[in-house]
């Protein structure tokens, strides 16, 4: 069956509105009219509730756990959509927000082809369980022309194919793509197609990745005008193995944020010699459980940010890339004398309570336990 746009097409359809009404409102619109939040925990929610949203700007749906498998069966598959267009076409929405449901792949990728008809910029899901598979769709690239996609804790049935599939959906201006907790990262890569506008890429809140999963997840020759790669909290162990990922696949990006993982100071031994990118100015090793300056770092950069570690002493130059920039806040050295470092393995207060909160924090922690 050809996808049927319609959990969109539901929110704004009178079809579907249940007669008892209930009593709270599952929608709220501000007052300047740019923000609407929905949220349908409700077991028999107010679907109307989100006519509202059609003025809004920024839109959140939360869908209360449930599934929407249901409205795939009420919709009928022989509508009219091309009624809904200029529906579509008048919303001001810029930015969307969809979670905390199950949904069949065939309804997401029905929306994304009626919010190609509207001028949405930034699409968010989170909490989301895409079951069931699709179809490619017949015209190429008829979905949203995002500049950002954000996903965060987004499952697929269709495992590592899923970003491909997902891209077919979505016209190629994407400039900034947001992966956190993905179930998978290991990307079917001769299936993904370039990203020719993406300059940043951000895989943060992947403990598990690793300098291994990078490798997949960054696939060769896909992203050509990377500048900016997030790697917060997501499993890395040294500066130099992620310097070799880099290497063998092929990009090189001017920003790298390793913060929040729990870094070893030796370079790798498996991994010698390796040749940052020449692009490469800016290096965020904050909150990374260092003792000392890793070794193998770039030889110059603009940025580097080792705040928040165990630094004992003051780096050496002969220990330092050339910088102009170098930031060491929050390190033991700077405070001598201060007992709280070794109570909180080895954190300084002020860095303990930025990090808390931080999914990063338990993996930091348990790198200073391990290296305690
Ligand atoms: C939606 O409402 C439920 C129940 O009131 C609440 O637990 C949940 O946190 C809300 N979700 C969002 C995203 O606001
Ligand atoms: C991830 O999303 C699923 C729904 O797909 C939800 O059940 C689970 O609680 C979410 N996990 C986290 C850590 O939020
Ligand atoms: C990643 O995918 C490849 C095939 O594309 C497979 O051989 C490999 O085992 C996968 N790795 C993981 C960690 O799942
Ligand atoms: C480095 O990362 C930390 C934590 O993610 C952040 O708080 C800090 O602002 C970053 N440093 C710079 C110079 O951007």
Not at 185 to 207: G, H, K, W, Y
Not at 269 to 274: D, I, K, N, S, V
Not at 311 to 326: A, S
């Given at each position: 069956?050809?996808?049927?746009?319609?959990?969109?097409?539901?929110?704004?359809?009178?079809?579907?509105?249940?007669?008892?009404?209930?009593?709270?409102?599952?929608?709220?619109?501000?007052?300047?009219?740019?923000?609407?939040?929905?949220?349908?925990?409700?077991?028999?929610?107010?679907?109307?509730?989100?006519?509202?949203?059609?003025?809004?700007?920024?839109?959140?749906?939360?869908?209360?756990?449930?599934?929407?498998?249901?409205?795939?069966?009420?919709?009928?598959?022989?509508?009219?959509?091309?009624?809904?267009?200029?529906?579509?076409?008048?919303?001001?929405?810029?930015?969307?927000?969809?979670?905390?449901?199950?949904?069949?792949?065939?309804?997401?990728?029905?929306?994304?082809?009626?919010?190609?008809?509207?001028?949405?910029?930034?699409?968010?899901?989170?909490?989301?369980?895409?079951?069931?598979?699709?179809?490619?769709?017949?015209?190429?690239?008829?979905?949203?022309?995002?500049?950002?996609?954000?996903?965060?804790?987004?499952?697929?049935?269709?495992?590592?194919?899923?970003?491909?599939?997902?891209?077919?959906?979505?016209?190629?201006?994407?400039?900034?793509?947001?992966?956190?907790?993905?179930?998978?990262?290991?990307?079917?890569?001769?299936?993904?197609?370039?990203?020719?506008?993406?300059?940043?890429?951000?895989?943060?809140?992947?403990?598990?990745?690793?300098?291994?999963?990078?490798?997949?997840?960054?696939?060769?020759?896909?992203?050509?005008?990377?500048?900016?790669?997030?790697?917060r909290n997501?499993?890395?162990?040294?500066?130099?193995?992620?310097?070799?990922?880099?290497?063998?696949?092929?990009?090189?990006?001017?920003?790298?944020?390793?913060s929040h993982?729990?870094?070893?100071?030796?370079?790798?031994?498996?991994?010698?010699?390796?040749?940052?990118?020449?692009?490469?100015?800016?290096?965020?090793?904050s909150f990374a459980g260092?003792?000392?300056?890793?070794?193998?770092?770039?030889?110059?950069?603009?940025?580097?940010?080792?705040s928040c570690n165990r630094?004992?002493?003051?780096?050496?130059?002969?220990?330092?890339?050339?910088?102009?920039?170098?930031l060491?806040k929050g390190n033991p050295?700077l405070d001598?004398?201060t007992q709280e470092y070794t109570k909180n393995s080895g954190m300084s207060p002020t860095c303990l309570s930025l990090a808390m909160g931080m999914s990063g924090t338990l993996a930091l922690l348990?790198?200073a336990?391990?290296?305690?």
């Open positions: 069956m050809e996808c049927v746009p319609c959990l969109l097409l539901l929110l704004l359809s009178p079809l579907y509105i249940s007669a008892d009404l209930p009593e709270s409102e599952p929608c709220e619109l501000d007052e300047d009219a740019v923000h609407c939040v929905c949220n349908f925990s409700d077991p028999d929610p107010d679907w109307s509730s989100a006519l509202q949203c059609m003025a809004a700007v920024d839109v959140e749906f939360y869908g209360g756990g449930r599934s929407l498998e249901r409205f795939l069966l009420r919709l009928n598959p022989n509508a009219d959509l091309r009624q809904y267009i200029d529906i579509v076409k008048s919303l001001r929405w810029q930015r969307l927000t969809v979670g905390v449901a199950r949904v069949p792949s065939s309804m997401l990728f029905g929306v994304l082809q009626m919010l190609g008809y509207s001028g949405l910029r930034e699409l968010t899901l989170e909490d989301l369980e895409v079951t069931g598979t699709t179809q490619p769709p017949l015209l190429e690239s008829r979905g949203p022309d995002l500049t950002v996609l954000r996903l965060r804790n987004v499952s697929w049935v269709t495992g590592d194919a899923w970003l491909a599939e997902l891209q077919q959906w979505l016209k190629p201006g994407l400039q900034v793509l947001n992966i956190a907790q993905a179930q998978s990262l290991n990307f079917s890569c001769e299936q993904v197609r370039i990203f020719p506008a993406l300059t940043t890429l951000d895989l943060s809140d992947n403990p598990r990745l690793g300098e291994s999963g990078l490798v997949s997840a960054l696939c060769p020759q896909k992203f050509p005008a990377l500048q900016v790669l997030e790697l997501a499993g890395m162990e040294t500066p130099s193995g992620v310097c070799s990922v880099l290497e063998k696949a092929g990009v090189q990006p001017q920003q790298l944020d390793l993982n729990s870094l070893q100071d030796t370079a790798n031994p498996g991994t010698p010699g390796c040749v940052w990118p020449s692009s490469l100015n800016f290096l965020n090793l260092l003792e000392q300056v890793p070794k193998g770092l770039p030889p110059k950069l603009s940025v580097l940010d080792l630094l004992n002493r003051k780096p050496r130059p002969d220990e330092l890339p050339k910088v102009d920039n170098l060491l050295f001598s004398g348990q790198g336990w391990r290296f305690a």
